[in-house]
Every structure is written in C-alpha cells, then in structure tokens.
C-alpha cells in the first residue's frame, strides 16, 4: 500500500480513521454499561449544582476525577441534550493526539540517531496504534481512558524532550507536572503512578538516578501539591470528609489491595495483552523479546518504551483489580518500539508469522461473513430474531467480507513476494477500517441491541398516550441510568420477589426482558395477551390494571 509520500502520515491516518469510523460514531446508540451511568452523573451534577462531587441515583460517586465529567456536562450545556457524535470525539481527538505525539517522537529519535523512518514506517505504526483492537475500540466509545492516555503520553514525551534536552526546559518543566495531574485528574492513581514510576526505573536503568530530581524534584511535587490541594479543597468544601476519604481511600487503595469490583488473578494481562493488541500482538510481543527487536533498546526513545510498557503491566498486574481496558495506556509505547525495532528485524521469518496469522483469521472471519447466514438457518435450535437474520444477510456485510478478504490476501501478498511487513500490516489496519465504514449503514438496525434510547423513546411515547404514572423494568440489565432518556426515575422489580411484583402493577409501562420472562412462566402468564411493542430484545407493556391472582 503506497501512498503520497509528501502528505504527513498522521494527517492520512487521522482522516482515513475519520472517513470510516466518525459515521459509526454518529449513528450508534449510547451502551447501558458505563456509557449511559456517566451521562446519568453528568446529568444528576448539573441538576445538583455540582462540580467536584458527583453521585449516581442519588448515591455518591467518588470512582472517578471530575475532568471527563465535566467534559460531558459542558457538552450538555452547550449543545442542549447528549450528542452521541459530540460525545465520542472526547475519545476521538485524544486517540489522533496520541498518535501524533508517538509519530512526532518518532521522528525526533530519527534527528538524534542514525535510523530513519520514511513515511511507510510512520504511516503503518500510526495506522497500527489506530487499529489496534482496544485503541480503536476506545477511541469511540464513552470513557475517560483515552484522555487519560493522551496526557500520559504526552508527560512522558516532554519528560523524553527534557532527558535530551529538546525545546524549552522551563516550559517543559512545568508541563511535565501539568500532564501528569491531568492524567490524575481524568482517571485517577494510574496517571500518576504510570509516568512516574517509568520516569524513576527509566533513569535506574539508565544509570542516571542521581538526576532524579532534575525532572521528579521540588518544581514538579509542588506543582501537583497544588493542583491536586485546588482539586481536594473543592471535594471537601462541597462533598465533606466523608467524600473525600472516599475518593482518596476506598477508591484507591481498596480497589488495588482487595478490589470490589473487577476483581481478577495476578496472571490476568498475561492472556488480555494478547486480544488488546490484536492484530499486531504477536509482532510487538516478539519486538519485544527478540535479539533483533532489541536493538531498538539502546535508544533512549526505545528504553523509555519499554520500560514505560513494562512498569506499567507489572504495576496493573499486581492491583486486585482488573479490566483489559486498563491496558490502553502502554498501546502506543508497545505498537511503537515495534516500529522503532522494525527498521533491525525487517520481514524475517517470525515477522511473517507474525503477521500471517491474522492475516488468516482475518481471512477466514471474511468467509465466515458470506456463509455465517446459510449456516445459521441448519443450526439445531438456534433461534435469531428475524431483524438480527436480515442483517446478517445483509449486502452490506457482503461487502464487508469482500474487502476483508481482499485485505488479507494482499497483506500476505506484501510478505511473501513483497517481503514487507510494514505493507502487511498496512493492508491489515486497511481491512479493519474498511469492515467498520462498509458495515455502518447497519448500526442503526443493531441500536435496538446496543443501547436503551429507542427503548425510552417507545416507552416514552406509549406513557404520554396511555397516560399511565410510570415506567417500570423487569429483567433489563442496568436500567436505573435510563432516565437520562425517560427524564424520570424507572421502578426497577428484578429480585428474588420480581416476577410476583409483575402482578401487582397497575396503571405503568413495564419494559421487560425477553430472556426474564422465558424464566419466569408466572409473570409471562399475567402479561399473556397485553398489548406491548418489542424493541430488540425487550417487550414494552402497556399495564392498565392487574387481575387479581
């Protein structure tokens, strides 16, 4: 894959990135998981006045830093409601910030030593760091970890400019301190403790931990003692004590000793890395650890790249708590020193593996996409609703299938006759975002199964014709955070007792999982014949009076 060498590599990645997923991005529904709960805290804070201190159904909520929150809540202000589009750029512009950032570092290790990078080595790492399975994933879904990554990177990149004296160090001194609490101040300990602790083992393994406090000194401490002091006051002034021992405590170090949430065994990452980084995990695992790839090491760009990766994996790994997604921020120093050591390890024989082996999934994921709905149809029992079948069958995932295969066989045409990996994974990266951009027309079809917005909005319409008093749930996962679309608490009935209170509603619109009332025959039996709308995988009763039973 050529392209015009004179065009900057993160600018044609950044619209390529833009061109295939900013539709899918405008089109799809809010998920009930974590994005509707932090758009139901933005909402909650804006109704209680709230700036430092946030809770969620009317119970406080210190597990995250106000700074993506108020991000939300100053979207809302402006645009009058939750854009979807609006939204997903809070994770968009920082994931095409981070590359340019790792692209920009790349290329001043290029001025400092002897290696270079053309633009087919900048444009495929670029494109890898975008594509990479949880890189992409997040940068268009709801979550602060992306905004996070981006200020990691960037305290680490200007701690990289001082250790070699780039630029301004006055300026960069400041910001070093800056960065890392913005970091702190999106997501919490992990910003600090990542730049940190790979600044500290940087220099020990460099020999140079006598200049420790040249870059984490006095200046640095007592910058973050005073933003973090400003961030504490407000908590303390609005939330009390009792908020800011949780925020401090009970959010912190509880969730790393004994977590209550997530918790997962200490060997978790040493199965997730392998998904995270898909497709390019093998190639950056073996960069890693290969004679070749370690050439990269004696750079002080490719050191702080490793250790930066490898701080932070033990780090997490030893946390009791535990989600892949914690991993974000050691993707771009991990997909980078694969590039960085690329230009020693060249298309050998592990690098085509490398790079063969998902080139072949990727392949048979294709064939699958033009057989999945003929082989749905002889499978014993299986039962798909008729929207799900129809859009398997669609054209559009024909097409999908079609540029997916077509992508693969030329990634192994760039392997073995071309004998370029960076091509290979340029195709790879290529297919993924071509699968997204072929396949969007279908988001709004699948939204039914995505998130709860025409759910609301269904039974929000039956509620206002039927002038029935409320909206209850039964058998929905997480509905409490639907009222950032009901505008109105939901009566939630899923317990042990849940299936005779289905029987005792009376005058209520009861949106009802599909999956809950297969269980439960009783509460099936007592809406037996009610007239209800189904929205993907829920029924929405309109309950005018119970019998009695």
């Known amino acids: 894959m050529k392209l015009d060498s004179r065009l900057h590599p993160v600018f044609v990645t950044a619209v390529f990135m833009a061109v295939c997923l ?61 854009n979807t589009f609006i939204l997903s750029l809070f994770s968009f512009i920082p994931a095409i910030v981070t590359i340019a950032v790792m692209d920009r570092w790349l290329m001043q290790v290029s001025r400092l030593t002897s290696i270079k990078f053309p633009f087919g080595d900048r444009f495929t790492a670029a494109m890898a ?64 403790l990542m730049p940190v602790l790979s600044i500290f083992f940087f220099l020990l393994l460099s020999g140079r931990l006598k200049d420790t406090g040249r870059y984490l000194g006095v200046r640095t401490w007592l910058i973050l003692a005073l933003l973090c002091g400003a961030w504490f006051l407000g908590v303390w002034l609005e939330g009390g004590r009792e908020y800011l021992d949780n925020l401090l405590f009970h959010q912190t170090l509880d969730r790393a000793v004994d977590a209550f949430h997530h918790k997962k065994p200490v060997w978790y990452y040493l199965v997730a890395i392998w998904y995270v980084a898909a497709p390019y995990s093998i190639a950056a695992i073996y960069a890693l650890f290969s004679r070749a790839g370690r050439q990269g090491y004696v750079t002080d760009a490719g050191r702080l790249f490793v250790v930066s990766f490898a701080v932070t994996f033990i780090m997490l790994s030893l946390f009791s708590s535990k989600l892949s997604v914690y991993l974000l921020p050691v ?82 045409h760039a392997l073995f006759r071309r004998k370029s990996w960076t091509e290979a994974a340029s195709w790879l990266s290529a297919s993924i975002l071509l699968v997204v951009l072929s396949i969007t027309p279908l988001v709004p079809r699948l939204n039914d199964y995505i998130g709860y917005r025409n759910l609301a909005a269904v039974a929000k319409e039956l509620k206002e014709i039927s002038g029935a008093s409320g909206v209850a749930t039964y058998g929905v996962h997480r509905p409490e955070n639907m009222d950032v679309f009901l ?60 019998p009695d039973l």
């Not at 799809?28 to 804070?45: C, F, G, H, Q, T």
């Not at 990691?152 to 250790?163: D, P, S």
């Not at 120093?333 to 080139?359: E, K």
């Not at 009935?493 to 209170?501: I, P, Q, V």
């Open 487 to 546: 505008g109105e608490d939901v009566l939630i009935l899923d317990g042990t007792e849940s299936g005779e209170a289905v029987s005792g509603l009376s005058d209520m619109i009861l949106i009802a999982g599909k999956p809950a009332l297969r269980d439960d025959r009783a509460a099936a039996e007592t809406l037996s014949g009610m007239y209800n709308v189904q929205v993907g995988d829920y029924l929405v009763y309109v309950i005018r009076r119970m």
């Open 129 to 192: 760091l975008g594509t990479s399975a949880m890189f992409l994933g997040t940068a268009v879904i709801l979550r602060m970890d992306m905004l996070m990554t981006m200020f990691i990177v960037l305290a680490l990149y200007t701690f990289y400019k001082m250790y070699r004296g780039i630029g301004n160090s006055t300026a960069n001194g400041i910001l070093l301190p800056v960065y890392i609490f913005l970091a702190l101040f999106t997501k919490g300990p992990v910003g600090i």
């Open 331 to 412: 993707l771009p120093f991990l997909i980078y020193y694969m590039a960085l050591s690329g230009r020693n390890t060249g298309c050998n024989g592990w690098m085509r593996f490398a790079f063969l082996v998902p080139a072949l999934l990727l392949a048979i994921v294709a064939v699958a996409m033009f057989s999945a709905p003929h082989v749905m149809a002889f499978i014993p029992g299986l039962s798909l609703p008729e929207d799900m079948l129809q859009t398997a069958r669609s054209g559009y995932v024909y097409v999908a299938g079609a540029l997916l295969l077509f992508c693969s066989v030329m990634s192994m």
């Open 22 to 82: 900013l539709p899918a991005m405008a089109l799809k529904d809010i998920s009930p998981s974590n994005e509707l709960r932090y758009l139901s805290i933005a909402d909650e804070a804006i109704e209680n006045g709230s700036v430092f201190t946030f809770s969620n159904q009317g119970e406080p909520y210190a597990d995250k830093p106000p700074l993506y929150l108020w991000l939300l809540m100053l979207s809302k202000l402006l645009f009058g409601g939750h």
